[in-house]
């Protein structure tokens, strides 16, 4: 596949080829192409970032974890000194019912007839509802529950990963005008398959290499046929590590974002690192490889004071570089991920290059 400054830069010129010039909710004026699609390979924990600018893998970490914390307040990231979120929140650091909330505890409220509710034997057939209020009157329940679908998701994938109803979405009609700004990158699927022999032999040797850059023990590629195969007897011989990170699941783990608008040169990178991110972080909990992120944008445009920016970029050397992410711990839920838990290596990159915010 690509590099990624290769496939994000590509884009790029298209938008800037073929864009239409629009308005937009902030008054800055866009430069907009419609339905644009990127993929990028992130199998043996590849991650996709940028190298013709530096991205701020501190904020695109700290922010992934605060969505999976299920969120709505800026506190959390302000503790860890990422502002990123800053502009769009109240006095109180509040943003309403945003990307967290929605993943982790999307609200279920029906009001319902005591009879359907009683009768039916509706609670044992939809765990997870409580009667939050009763008018004798009209002989009306309100229930309510709360949807973690972060951990639906995870029972899925562990129990039917063939499901074609993996998905995550932040788009909740009835509380878009409750939310600071409403989701952009809206949409997830998951896709989960086999792995066959040579993919995961492949997996292995990336991995392999990896290791010997860190300065780890060099293994062989006979050794790492072998160990794929079950044919390696001495593996006293390899390090536990190196063990740990080399063996690839059996099954294969993709995402697929949809995102309604994409601000190109500042939104867009973030978001491609974050949900590659993610789908590492989703794959280790439920013991399989991450393959691909496949990145669909609806509007996709470059803001017209970011014309200057994404020009300097272009014609930018790419560096040569492979990062990947190390996740230290195996854990249930990706919630349960600090901050130290996590650690891209191999990332080098050009110097930043600065954007005003379109708020």
Same mark, same amino acid.
């Given at each position: 596949m690509q590099l990624p400054d290769d496939i994000y830069l590509n884009t790029a010129e298209q938008i800037l080829e073929f864009g239409a010039s629009k308005g937009d909710r902030t008054g800055t004026g866009t430069v907009s192409l419609f339905g644009?699609?990127?993929?990028? !390979?992130?199998?043996? !924990?590849k991650l996709p970032l940028l190298t013709t600018k530096e991205l701020k893998l501190r904020s695109i970490i700290h922010e992934l974890i605060w969505f999976l914390r299920g969120e709505g307040n800026i506190a959390y990231l302000k503790?860890?000194?990422?502002?990123?979120?800053?502009?769009?929140?109240?006095?109180?650091?509040?943003?309403?019912?945003?990307?967290?909330?929605?993943w982790r505890k999307w609200d279920d409220t029906r009001v319902m007839n005591v009879?359907?509710?009683?009768?039916?034997?509706?609670?044992?057939?939809?765990?997870g509802f409580e009667v939050v209020a009763f008018d004798p009157a009209k002989g009306l329940v309100t229930i309510q529950r709360k949807i973690d679908q972060i951990a639906d998701l995870l029972h899925q994938l562990r129990?039917?990963?063939?499901?074609?109803?993996?998905?995550?979405t932040a788009w909740n009609p009835s509380v878009v005008e409750e939310q600071a700004l409403p989701p952009c990158h809206s949409f997830v699927q998951f896709y989960s398959r086999e792995l066959t022999y040579a993919e995961r032999c492949e997996i292995a040797r990336e991995r392999?290499?990896?290791? !010997?850059?860190? !300065?780890?023990?060099?293994l062989t590629e006979a050794e790492v046929e072998l160990f794929i195969s079950g044919h390696l007897t001495n593996k006293d011989s390899i390090p536990p590590e190196l063990l740990?990170?080399?063996?690839?699941?059996?099954?294969?783990?993709?995402? @697929?974002?949809?995102?309604r608008s994409?601000?190109?040169?500042?939104?867009?990178?973030?978001?491609?690192?974050?949900?590659?991110l993610l789908t590492h972080m989703i794959a280790k909990c439920v013991g399989m490889e991450s393959l691909e992120f496949i990145h669909t944008i609806g509007d996709a445009h470059l803001y017209s004071n970011h014309i200057d920016q994404i020009a300097e970029q272009l014609p930018r050397e790419v560096v040569e570089c492979s990062p990947y992410v190390v996740l230290h711990r195996q854990?249930?839920?990706?919630?349960?991920?600090?901050? @130290?838990?996590?650690?891209?290596?191999?990332?080098?990159?050009?110097?930043?290059?600065?954007?005003?915010?379109?708020?």
């Open positions: 644009q699609q990127m993929v990028f !390979d992130i199998t043996a !924990d503790e860890n000194k990422v502002g990123i979120w800053d502009s769009w929140a109240d006095e109180n650091g509040d943003l309403g019912p945003v990307y967290g909330v929605q009879d359907q509710w009683t009768l039916s034997d509706f609670a044992a057939k939809n765990p129990t039917n990963p063939d499901s074609r109803r993996l998905i995550l392999a290499f990896q290791i !010997d850059r860190d !300065d780890s023990r060099e740990d990170r080399l063996v690839p699941a059996t099954r294969g783990l993709s995402c @697929h974002l949809y995102q994409g601000d190109f040169f500042l939104g867009v990178p973030f978001n491609i690192a974050s949900y590659s854990v249930n839920d990706p919630s349960e991920y600090t901050f @130290h838990d996590i650690s891209v290596f191999d990332y080098s990159f050009q110097p930043a290059i600065k954007a005003p915010i379109a708020v």
